[in-house]
């Protein structure tokens, strides 16, 4: 599929990637895709389903990663089969890039690995679209190095995510302005509401966040010129296996979207 395909920007004032953080099971991917896709379509919304088969950068080490490489894709599979979604998930490694990207519509760089040379010019080779999450160490200037390494591979089918900056200890804060800096690199941008209320490490084992805050900055994404909206979300997040701290449920997600689509439409008539 070409990015024009999944996100159909020509038509639609606003993409959506929505799903858990890391897949707990086939029955709740399932289940939550199939609600996402039926909400995103009575909004005319398009819809890519994301959920990690390895979450590889957990705060602690006994946390729960997820099924792994070849559980993790069958269940990808599924969504994609049963449900007639888009699919993304994260690769942390070049050796998972060919195989998963078989799989998935869309392969998606972590934000700790935005700069890893092999790991964006391997997604790059597969063809398929990449979505580059801006490292929270990174300006968004620097985003337009990681665009061109996945370009240098012959595949101008990238997408940036904006995921808010490190600011001091266990806090991150998000600067609109970046959004309109990655604009210009020719690609679309995406705006993660979720991740972006998160406090790194701040439980000690695990991150902390501030979900409450999530339709805040998403409405203010959206306003500034957010192409796309990326959100975890989760029937019960707080018994959601990994960041349960920042994810939103299912019906938060959908009111979400509800909005930020008014405000998607009303940016048309600025100038």
Same mark, same amino acid.
């Given at each position: ?14 993409? *959506? ?14 289940? #939550? ?14 819809? #890519?389903?994301?959920?990690? @088969? ?14 792994? =490489? ?5 269940? =990808? ?22 195989? $998963? ?10 934000? @700790? ?16 679209? *990449?979505? #580059?999450?801006?490292?929270? @160490? ?21 997408? =940036? ?52 805050? $999530? ?48 405000? $998607? ?7």
């Amino acid at each position: 599929m070409t990015l024009q395909e999944i996100i159909k920007s020509e038509s639609a004032p606003l993409f *959506v990637i929505a799903g858990p953080c890391v897949i707990e099971s086939a029955e709740l991917c399932l289940s #939550i895709a199939r609600f996402m896709r039926d909400r995103c379509r009575e909004l005319g919304l398009p819809y #890519i389903f994301k959920a990690s @088969f390895d979450k590889a950068n957990r705060s602690a080490g006994s946390s729960f990663r997820g099924p792994g =490489l070849v559980d993790g894709l069958a269940v =990808l599979r599924r969504v994609k089969e049963e449900v007639g979604v888009p699919v993304l998930t994260d690769v942390h490694e070049t050796e998972q890039v060919a195989t $998963a990207g078989a799989t998935v519509d869309v392969l998606q760089i972590p934000a @700790f690995l935005a700069r890893q040379t092999e790991l964006l010019m391997a997604c790059g080779r597969t063809g398929k679209v *990449v979505n #580059i999450k801006k490292g929270q @160490f990174m300006s968004p200037q620097e985003m337009g190095n990681a665009v061109e390494k996945v370009r240098s591979m012959g595949n101008a089918k990238v997408m =940036l995510t904006e995921r808010g900056t490190f600011f001091g200890y266990n806090r991150l804060v998000n600067d609109m302005t970046a959004l309109a800096v990655m604009r210009d690199f020719g690609v679309p941008v995406v705006f993660d509401a979720t991740h972006s209320t998160q406090q790194p490490g701040g439980m000690g084992n695990a991150s902390g966040g501030n979900p409450k805050l $999530a339709p805040l900055l998403a409405r203010a994404a959206v306003a500034a010129g957010a192409d796309g909206l990326f959100i975890e979300c989760h029937p019960e997040p707080a018994k959601a296996k990994s960041d349960a701290s920042s994810m939103v449920t299912l019906e938060a997600a959908a009111r979400l979207l509800g909005e930020c689509k008014a405000i $998607a439409e009303l940016r048309k008539t600025w100038k």
